[in-house]
């Protein structure tokens, strides 16, 4: 089953404007880990945040944690066309930090 | 430093065939992921072996898949017989320990016919 939902499932914006994804989990976690996809290629690590942790930020991103609402938020500043991809979430639980991934948020950045 | 590294990139095989599926992970990392992601769909985790022993292999289908890490490097998963559902791409993981960062593999894409 999939714990990590995200909203919205397709986000198209213009090139320099700001994307914010959020997901939604529903059990206690260790981390919470966002990746990125391009069509077609593996999984690109982007950032993880530790369930102690509120906010955390990596070039362009910052990724917020609220463990009291079970959610996190992807934003990327000023988008290029190059960051079109597919974005998920994945939550690490359990001794083995098991991830579950959610069903991703298909972004668009167009010129 | 090299990646994850997977084989073959591309699979099509006849339904009750079988396939095998071959990655290599980062030196030095200790745990190992295989993933099933169906097209629309993120990753579902089917093994993680931690060394050569295994964690955690909850979703995998045991009656049609295997899955081994001889000598705690290399690591092969195998479908037998294959089934149409089983189309997916198959991506190989692996970390310094559990709670660390995945990196993946450029996965396998396998169609059944």
């Known amino acids: 089953s999939q714990q990590g939902e995200e909203d919205p499932q397709a986000l198209s914006i213009q090139e320099g404007e700001n994307a914010t994804m959020n997901c939604s989990y529903k059990t206690s976690i260790n981390n919470l880990q966002w990746y990125r996809q391009n069509s077609g290629r593996g999984l690109v690590h982007l950032i993880l945040?530790?369930?102690?942790?509120r906010e955390k930020h990596s070039g362009r991103l910052r990724v917020t944690l609220d463990t009291s609402k079970k959610s996190s938020s992807l934003l990327i500043t000023a988008s290029r066309a190059a960051d079109t991809a597919s974005y998920f979430c994945?939550?690490?639980?359990?001794?083995?930090?098991?991830?579950?991934f959610g069903t991703g948020t298909q972004l668009k950045v167009e010129l | 430093e090299a990646g994850v590294a997977q084989s073959p990139r591309y699979k099509i095989i006849e339904k009750r065939q079988s396939v095998a599926f071959w990655c290599n992970p980062i030196?030095?990392?200790?745990?190992l992921y295989w993933y099933q992601q169906i097209l629309g769909q993120g990753p579902k985790l089917l093994i993680q072996f931690q060394n050569n022993g295994v964690v955690d292999d909850s979703q995998l289908p045991k009656d049609r898949f295997s899955a081994e890490r001889l000598k705690g490097v290399d690591s092969t998963l195998k479908i037998q017989p294959a089934k149409l559902e089983d189309s997916a791409v198959y991506l190989c993981?692996?970390?310094?320990?559990?709670?660390?960062?995945?990196?993946f593999g450029p996965g396998t894409r396998l169609l059944v016919l």
């Open positions: 945040i530790r369930s102690n942790e």
């Open positions: 994945a939550t690490g639980a359990g001794g083995g930090n098991k991830l579950t």
């Open positions: 993981a692996s970390s310094l320990g559990a709670v660390e960062t995945q990196y």
């Open positions: 030196s030095g990392h200790a745990t």
